[in-house]
């Protein structure tokens, strides 16, 4: 397993402007993108919301409380 701190984001509604703001947003702020995992809605083909999983290697920046 990897050294350091793992962030996960929600995000909801899903659609390709919610997922590339918080993808960019929180890749600005230094954490590495690592997996997408989707929610579905029995019946529906659309997800209901998506997690966003990152990491950022190394100790946790002092002051950072995960926001």
Known sequence: M???VYKVV???PVGEETLETAL???TSEGWDFQSIHFVMREGSH???MAYLFFLRRGPRPAGDEGS
């Open 2 to 4: 990897a050294a350091g």
């Open 24 to 26: 960019g947003r929180w």
């Open 10 to 12: 929600e995000v909801s």
């Open 46 to 48: 659309r997800p209901a």
